[in-house]
């Protein structure tokens, strides 16, 4: 089992084993100097211990996944690694962080032990009494990869999403973008590629997402909502919380991959970021879903978009029947759903049953109301 590291500043790989080296203890503040920054920056780290940020998520699901308890058939050899604290403290005063040469330091650890890793993974599989020399893991691993191009399967990039909506428009024709992040795999693998118990330990923020497992009717209504979807975003990760356990519950439910359509599952941010969602909700209708939906039609309104109704709130997938029952007095052309794990469903059946376009938005929402990000 691959263990949280706690006060490192990085791990180094000995024959697939994780050995912590620790960072030396900060020396003690001199005196007539406060020790006020430091101490600052240890108390916002145990208030931030409570929020659910995506590192927190994948400390949870790294310990189930790598049980003997896994239903399915993962990868084993995957190196986990944590994101530091680092990443969490904000700096205590204006200007530069404190932990800037920490999480530098915490970079070039893991780059030196993931370095270490391969070539002891490399140097397991040569043949008893030889060595290759000269020949980096690296080299290896390059020269491999050439035998599996065939098997690439390209991802659809953000100018192609756009397109493919911006026709769905033109044309009035139905079309959903799904995306599967850590919450919606695992909402899927409960019971199936996971036991309930190890689902549970992995997604105690799934609640929040609008999920309390066990809920084998959700886990259906997702699963049937991935097989109808017409553009699925999927991470691009390969560690077992993701494509690990993405394919295995693909293969699960009988759901072949290869004539999906997949894109990057932060395809919501990449509209935005290129500027492509802008030009997408020129002159169009738009519909916004969710329990923020009201908020974010008022920053969408306040740019020129026409903003036709807001639905809110969204109380799990019990509450999908009624959403979608209001979805259909409005006259939208697109509709933005941010409702947590349910979106994928009210997503893929908006195009389904009411023949409309709708986006996965998810948490772009919450950085478009908060102004983290601008919408223009």
Same mark, same amino acid.
């Given at each position: 089992?691959?263990?949280?590291?706690?006060?490192?500043?990085?791990?180094?790989?000995?024959?697939?084993?994780?050995?912590?080296?620790?960072?030396? *203890?900060?020396?003690?503040?001199?005196?007539?100097?406060?020790?006020?920054?430091?101490? *600052?920056? *240890?108390?916002?780290? %145990?208030?931030?211990?409570?929020?659910?940020?995506?590192?927190?998520? %994948?400390?949870?699901?790294?310990?189930?996944?790598?049980?003997?308890?896994?239903?399915?058939?993962?990868?084993?050899?995957?190196?986990?690694?944590?994101?530091?604290?680092?990443?969490?403290?904000?700096?205590?005063?204006?200007?530069?962080?404190?932990?800037? &040469?920490?999480?530098?330091?915490?970079?070039?650890?893991?780059?030196?032990?993931?370095?270490?890793?391969?070539?002891?993974?490399?140097?397991?599989?040569?043949?008893?009494?030889?060595?290759?020399?000269?020949? &980096?893991? %690296?080299?290896?691993?390059?020269?491999?990869?050439?035998?599996?191009?065939?098997?690439?399967?390209?991802?659809?990039?953000?100018?192609?999403?756009?397109?493919? @909506?911006?026709?769905? @428009?033109?044309?009035?024709?139905?079309?959903?973008?799904?995306?599967?992040?850590?919450?919606?795999?695992? #909402?899927?693998?409960?019971?199936?590629?996971?036991?309930?118990?190890?689902?549970? #330990?992995?997604?105690?923020?799934?609640?929040?997402?609008?999920?309390?497992?066990?809920?084998?009717?959700?886990?259906?209504?997702?699963?049937?909502?991935? %097989?109808?979807?017409?553009?699925?975003?999927?991470?691009?990760?390969?560690?077992?919380?993701?494509?690990?356990?993405?394919?295995?519950?693909?293969?699960?439910?009988?759901?072949?991959?290869?004539?999906?359509?997949?894109?990057?599952?932060?395809?919501?941010?990449?509209?935005?970021?290129?500027?492509?969602?802008?030009?997408? @909700?020129?002159?169009?209708?738009?519909?916004?879903?969710?329990?923020?939906?009201?908020?974010?039609?008022? +920053?969408?309104?306040?740019?020129?978009?026409?903003?036709?109704?807001?639905?809110?709130?969204?109380?799990?997938?019990?509450?999908?029947?009624? +959403?979608?029952?209001?979805?259909?007095?409005?006259?939208?052309?697109?509709?933005?759903?941010?409702?947590?794990?349910?979106?994928? +469903?009210?997503?893929?059946?908006?195009?389904?049953?009411?023949?409309?376009?709708?986006?996965?938005?998810?948490? @772009?929402?919450?950085?478009?109301?908060?102004?983290?990000?601008?919408?223009?």
């Amino acid at each position: 089992m691959t263990r949280p590291l706690q006060k490192t500043a990085a791990f180094v790989p000995y024959r697939k084993k994780a050995v912590a080296v620790r960072t030396g *203890r900060k020396p003690k503040a001199r005196r007539g100097r406060t020790a006020a920054g430091p101490t *600052r920056m *240890r108390s916002r780290w %145990r208030e931030r211990g409570s929020s659910r940020s995506h590192a927190d998520r %994948r400390r949870n699901i790294l310990p189930a996944l790598a049980s003997p308890g896994m239903k399915g058939q993962l990868p084993e050899d995957h190196r986990i690694t944590e994101e530091g604290p680092a990443a969490h403290i904000q700096p205590s005063d204006g200007g530069q962080t404190q932990t800037d &040469s920490y999480r530098e330091g915490f970079d070039m650890g893991y780059r030196a032990g993931s370095t270490v890793g391969a070539e002891e993974e490399m140097g397991s599989l040569l043949p008893p009494y030889t060595i290759l020399p000269e020949v &980096s893991a %690296r080299e290896v691993m390059a020269a491999g990869l050439m035998q599996y191009l065939p098997r690439l399967k390209n991802l659809l990039r953000p100018d192609e999403v756009y397109r493919r @909506l911006a026709e769905s @428009l033109n044309e009035k024709r139905p079309l959903s973008v799904v995306r599967l992040g850590d919450g919606e795999l695992l #909402a899927l693998a409960h019971d199936t590629v996971l036991s309930l118990e190890h689902a549970k #330990a992995a997604g105690t923020f799934l609640p929040l997402a609008g999920l309390t497992l066990p809920d084998y009717n959700a886990r259906s209504q997702l699963a049937e909502a991935v %097989r109808g979807a017409d553009i699925i975003g999927i991470p691009s990760s390969r560690l077992p919380t993701y494509q690990g356990l993405l394919f295995p519950i693909l293969r699960y439910y009988g759901i072949a991959y290869e004539p999906l359509l997949f894109t990057i599952s932060t395809i919501n941010y990449a509209l935005h970021e290129h500027g492509l969602l802008q030009q997408l @909700l020129r002159n169009r209708r738009v519909l916004t879903i969710g329990n923020f939906a009201r908020q974010l039609g008022e +920053v969408l309104s306040a740019s020129s978009v026409e903003i036709i109704g807001s639905i809110a709130p969204v109380n799990g997938f019990a509450d999908i029947p009624r +959403v979608l029952a209001e979805a259909a007095e409005y006259p939208f052309d697109i509709a933005l759903v941010a409702s947590g794990i349910p979106a994928v +469903v009210i997503c893929q059946r908006i195009a389904g049953e009411l023949g409309k376009t709708a986006i996965d938005f998810g948490h @772009l929402a919450n950085k478009l109301i908060s102004g983290e990000l601008s919408y223009h």
